[in-house]
Structure formats: structure tokens, C-alpha cells
């Protein structure tokens, strides 16, 4: 097994809205080891040499092209990283895993493909299958002799996946489940052998009584079960999308995936390791991409000169690095905090596949923000690359406009963004009443600050004093609405799940508070731990990013005032969201020409 990073003190998930981390623990990218640098290096190359060339052929979906593609990055041990050796897998650490789906970003379909199969096709599996089941499926898995698909959205239940109408009846002899029903957007399906399949247990003969929402593993080639064409998508075209039919399918009670009822613990915990990998992957598409909008400024004249000297071209270039770095930045250290729980489980003698399980469960929050952030972030890019590349950009010829629209399905699928967002809220909420995460203590010293004027936390000092002030005021302002929102919802007075505007504001000051304190604790230990680095870009990114988080979070504060506080106390709110958001004015334009002009000087994405 590779190293495994660890930190000294491991926040628990959502905890880092109500305390503070040290910057020295937190995993940066800038401390890759040697051996993830190899591992990184040989993906890249797969990518460049392997896919990349092949793209317009994937693209047309030629058959075969793309499992060939999945068998060859098993021959190179890529599909096992995530598994344990006693199955044939690799075992690598969390973090390198990471870098592994980041590195395939930039492939677009075949980055869709490994996702599936290697996440929510191979990972249900390993998390709920029974040894047997482990043994016969996830060997061949990790060398490709298999391929693997999820079948849990319908025509009629995509975000309310647990209303799916696919019926499964044990036969009387109660040797096998008969299902019937229709899946539909299925990744893989064109050539997968093994699908788990979602579907209501139902009938006269109920195993040990049991009904409900249930997981099957179905395998290719059973009588009854067809597919449909393949769908004509807006983008990944090269990925493999088909639904699925069932009629009277015949499935062993062996195939029976986890217990009967319990489905919707399958279907929402590998969806947590799937957002998670969704978001890394993003920010493989979105560096890569950055890069080529980076050259073209570079090579494009017009007026007589690059176009990457207009100030308003150097904006573009500087934001879609703020947007990458900070990305990256909370991608690692998303996965240094699952890797952590990972090994403090382990270390408590729970099983391989459940402190896994369990690990990426503890931080499903952060899992929904990476995945908002990383297609939030691949979007931004791929706009304005197109905007860099004016009509070239529009021109199919490049990359350019299949990255464009490849990306856009990031927002929709795992989990639309909107459904993430209230997921964010409602763990947090869920956390609170079980008492796992104290909003309460908090609470009263921000509301003891806000009406006696005495400060709560600690005081800053130092290079970053002004930074570290205005996350830890961030926090505050959130925790003076969450308390008050919570409060409301407790007496009756806001049925806070049917305002979703509000849950929205919310969880956007969150995923701030997240991205803030990620990018200020990165940019600390690089100023301490890497003094060769041009610290100058570092705290341009940082202070220009804060600069501009201090007024989204004003924008969404307000929002939430206006939206559920009573007339008469929304001035002192709105003065205690000012107090919190506070951050001195910072040259953004010159910032952004900096953080630019470097990166046009390197020629490509570097920071
Ligand atoms: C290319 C592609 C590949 C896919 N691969 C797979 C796969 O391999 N396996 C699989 O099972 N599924 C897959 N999906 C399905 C995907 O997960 C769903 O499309 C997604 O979950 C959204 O469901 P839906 O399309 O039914 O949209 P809907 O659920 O109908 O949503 C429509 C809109 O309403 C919003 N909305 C829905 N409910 C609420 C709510 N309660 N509150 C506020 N807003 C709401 C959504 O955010 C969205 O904006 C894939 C989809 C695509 C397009």
C-alpha cells in the first residue's frame, strides 16, 4: 500500500464552518510526493497519446473504441487503484486516487466512462457486495475483462430517485427476483457487463417480509433485458448513454445487492464518492483547458498586437486561474479529509470496503460542494475560452466547442447542483439536531457581538491577520442566519424546506466559507513551506478571490435578510452582515494583470 498522508487534528465533516484548521496540516498539491508525480505523469501521457488523438473516433462512438480504451488503462494497473489487493487492485491512497481522476479530466467521454465504471459501477460492489460477489465481479473489473454501469434514474424519477416504479417480485420457489421496469440516461450501457439495477421490491412472496427501494446486480445477456439506442446527446457524445429495459427478468436471489429496503443507502452513498471524483475531473478539464485558452491569447493578434495584452483578455485569463487553483485547493483538501477518516477507521479494525464507506459518508457535505465548485469552475473556463477564442471558438475545428459542451452535463448528472446545494443544508441541519455539530455556542457569542459590540474568536496577527479575519467573519455571518433560519424552523415560523431561494443563499456563503478558508490555508503554508514560489501570485489570487467572495456573500446575506427576517429587524442583520464582510479594498485589476502576465510569460496554466 502507498503512504497514506494524515494531519494532526481531522475536522469532522461540516466542521470547518465552526472551527478553525491549522494551515501546516492541510494537504497542498505543492507537496505531491514522488510517487504521485509518477503516477500523474503516466496518466497524463495515457491521456495525451492514448485518447486524445483518438477523439473525433470516440466521438462518433465507434464500437468497441472506447472498452478498448478502459482495458488498455487497466493494462497500466489504472482501474484497481481505488481497490484492495487482495482483489487484485492497488490500494493507492486517496489523494493519488484523486490525482488519477484529475488527470483523466481533460479525456471528456472516456473520462465519463472510467468515472462510471471505476465509481458508481465498480464501488457499490465493493461498499455492499457479499464476498462472493466481491470475488466473482471486482477482479475482473480492475483488469477490464468486465465493465460496469448504474441503472438508478427512470423517465419518470431522476432527482426523486427513490420514487422509481421498476418493480422486482421474488418467484414462489424464491429462487429469483422477477424485475420489470425501465432505466433511462444509463453511462456505460452500451457495453457493460454487470448493471446494478435500482427497484422496488414488491409482491405476494416478500423475502423475510421485506419490501421497498433494493439493489440487484444484473448481468449482461439475461433473457428479457434489452437495451435502448443510444441517446443523441448535447455532449460527451464519444460516452456510451442507453436506457434500459426489463421484462420479466429473471435475477438470482444471489444478485440481491446489500438488503432488501436498504437501496436508497447504496444508491446516495456511492453517489457521495461519485460527486467527489466528478469534481476532480472537472478540474482536470478545467486546467487543461485553461492552458489552451492561454496559448491561443498568446498566438491570436489583432489591432497589431496578442490579444493576451488586453487588459480585458487578461481578466479572463486570471479568473479562470482564481477559479482553477481554488478548486484544486478544495479538492485536495477534500480528499486529505476522507483519507484521514479513512485510516482513523481502519485504525478502529473496521473492515477495507466500510471505512471507505463510512469515510466519504462523513464528508458528504464537502462531496456536494467539490461537485458544485468543479462544474461550476469547467463551465466558467470553457465560456470564456470560447469567448478568448472568438469565432474559432464557435468553429468545431479544435477543441474548443466539444469542451464546451462536454461540460455542461457536469451540473445536471450525480446530483443536479440544485439538489446538491440542498443536500449541503440539510446535512448541516441534520448534524445540529443531532448534536454533532455545535451551531448553538456560536451562535450566542455572534449575537453577543453583534448587540454588546465584544468580539468572539480569536484575534489575528501576521502577514495574513486580514485574510484569516475575514473567513473567521465569513463563518460568522453565516452562523447569525443559519442560527436565526434554524431557530425559525424550530418555533414553526419558516418551513426552511419549501424556501429553497433560502437554502440556495445559504449554501453558497458555505461552499465561500469552504473555498476561502482552503485557498488562505494553502497560500500560508506556501509562503512558509515553499519560499522558491513566486508568493506575489499566491496572494494576488487570494486576496482577489476574498475581494470578491466578501460581495457574493453580501449578495447572498441579503438576499436571505430580505427573504425571511421580520421588517423591523433586518437593519440590525444588515449591519452585522456588513461587520462580517468586511475585507479592505484590493487593486483586483492589477491582481489579475499579475496572476496573467505570469501565466502568459509560462505559456500555459502553471500555478
Ligand atoms: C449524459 C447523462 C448520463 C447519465 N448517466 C447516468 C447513469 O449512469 N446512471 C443513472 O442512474 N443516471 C444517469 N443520468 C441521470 C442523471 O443522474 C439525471 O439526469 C439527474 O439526476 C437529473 O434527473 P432528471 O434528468 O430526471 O431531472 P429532474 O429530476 O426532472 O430535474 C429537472 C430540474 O428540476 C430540478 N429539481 C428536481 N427536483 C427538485 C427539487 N426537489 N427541488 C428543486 N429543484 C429540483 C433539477 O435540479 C433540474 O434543474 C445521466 C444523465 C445524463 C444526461
Excluded at 78 to 92: F, Y
Excluded at 224 to 248: H, Y
Excluded at 569 to 576: N, S, V, W
Aim: aromatic share 8%; with cysteine.
Amino acid at each position: 500500500m502507498s503512504p497514506i498522508t494524515t494531519t494532526s487534528k481531522v475536522l469532522k465533516g461540516g466542521a470547518f464552518l465552526i472551527e478553525s484548521s491549522d494551515f501546516q496540516d492541510l494537504f497542498i498539491p505543492e507537496d505531491f510526493n514522488e510517487e504521485q508525480l509518477m503516477v500523474k505523469q503516466t496518466v497524463q501521457s495515457f491521456v495525451e497519446q492514448d485518447i486524445l488523438p483518438f477523439t473525433e473516433r470516440i466521438e462518433k462512438l465507434e464500437e468497441g473504441l472506447i472498452p478498448s480504451k478502459l482495458n488498455a488503462f487497466a493494462e497500466l494497473g489504472l482501474l484497481g487503484t481505488h481497490m484492495p489487493e487482495s482483489l487484485g487492485g492497488s490500494d493507492l491512497d486517496y489523494i493519488t486516487n484523486t490525482l488519477i481522476g484529475e488527470e483523466v479530466g481533460p479525456s471528456g467521454s472516456f473520462s465519463v466512462s472510467y468515472n462510471a465504471h471505476t465509481g458508481i459501477g465498480m464501488l457499490p460492489i465493493l461498499y455492499y457486495g457479499t464476498e462472493v460477489q466481491k470475488q466473482q465481479y471486482l477482479p475482473k473489473l480492475i483488469t477490464g475483462e468486465l465493465k460496469a454501469s448504474y441503472c438508478l434514474t427512470e423517465p419518470s424519477s431522476g432527482s426523486d430517485a427513490l420514487a422509481a416504479k421498476s418493480t422486482a417480485m421474488l418467484n414462489e420457489a424464491g429462487t429469483h427476483f422477477i424485475l420489470n421496469g425501465q432505466k433511462m440516461w444509463i453511462t456505460n450501457a452500451g457495453f457493460a457487463d454487470i448493471f446494478t439495477v435500482f427497484a422496488q421490491v414488491t409482491g405476494d412472496h416478500l423475502p423475510d417480509g421485506k419490501s421497498g427501494f433494493t439493489g440487484f446486480l444484473l448481468e449482461k445477456g439475461l433473457e428479457g433485458f434489452t437495451l435502448g439506442a443510444e441517446e443523441k446527446k448535447l455532449g460527451i457524445k464519444g460516452s456510451s448513454t442507453r436506457q434500459i429495459f426489463m421484462e420479466n427478468v429473471k435475477v438470482p436471489v444471489e444478485n440481491l445487492l446489500g438488503e432488501v429496503g436498504k437501496g436508497h443507502l447504496i444508491a446516495f452513498n456511492v453517489l457521495n464518492t461519485g460527486r467527489f471524483k466528478l469534481g476532480a475531473s472537472c478540474l482536470g478539464g478545467a486546467k487543461k483547458v485553461a492552458s489552451i485558452a492561454i496559448q491561443y491569447a498568446i498566438e491570436r493578434e489583432q489591432f497589431k498586437k496578442p490579444i493576451a495584452s488586453f487588459g480585458a483578455i487578461k481578466y479572463k485569463i486570471a479568473e479562470q486561474a482564481i477559479r482553477c487553483f481554488v478548486t484544486e485547493t478544495a479538492v485536495y483538501r477534500t480528499a486529505q479529509l476522507i483519507q484521514n477518516a479513512e485510516n482513523q477507521f481502519k485504525n478502529k479494525g473496521r473492515a477495507y470496503a466500510d471505512s471507505k464507506l463510512e469515510a466519504a459518508e462523513e464528508y458528504a457535505l464537502e462531496c456536494s460542494m467539490i461537485k458544485i465548485v468543479g462544474s461550476e469552475s469547467l463551465d466558467y473556463v470553457v465560456d470564456e475560452t470560447v469567448q478568448i477564442f472568438g469565432g474559432m471558438g464557435y468553429s468545431e475545428e479544435g477543441n474548443v466547442a466539444r469542451a464546451y459542451r462536454d461540460s455542461r452535463i457536469n451540473r445536471i448528472f450525480e446530483g443536479t447542483n440544485e439538489i446538491n446545494r440542498m443536500v449541503i443544508l440539510s446535512t448541516i441541519l441534520k448534524s445540529a439536531m443531532k448534536g454533532e455539530l455545535d451551531l448553538m455556542t456560536p451562535g450566542i457569542a455572534v449575537q453577543n457581538e453583534l448587540m454588546n459590540g465584544v468580539a468572539s474568536g480569536e484575534a489575528f496577527y501576521g502577514s495574513y491577520a486580514l485574510e484569516q479575519q475575514a473567513v473567521a467573519n465569513f463563518k460568522k455571518a453565516l452562523i447569525m442566519l443559519l442560527g436565526t433560519a434554524a431557530q425559525q424552523a424550530m418555533g414553526g415560523q419558516l418551513d426552511l424546506k419549501s424556501e429553497q431561494e433560502i437554502l440556495m443563499n445559504l449554501s453558497d456563503i458555505i461552499i465561500e466559507i469552504w473555498n476561502t478558508e482552503g485557498l488562505l490555508m494553502r497560500v500560508m503554508k506556501i509562503a512558509v513551506q515553499h519560499p522558491g514560489r513566486d508568493i506575489d501570485i499566491y496572494n494576488a489570487i487570494l486576496r482577489t478571490y476574498l475581494h470578491d467572495a466578501s460581495s457574493r456573500v453580501v449578495k447572498q446575506g441579503t438576499d436571505a435578510i430580505a427573504s425571511f427576517i421580520l421588517p423591523d429587524l433586518q437593519p440590525a442583520f444588515i449591519t452585522g452582515l456588513r461587520k462580517f464582510t468586511k475585507y479592505p479594498l484590493q487593486n483586483v485589476k492589477e491582481n489579475r494583470r499579475l496572476i496573467a502576465d505570469y501565466l502568459v510569460k509560462e505559456g500555459s496554466y502553471c500555478i
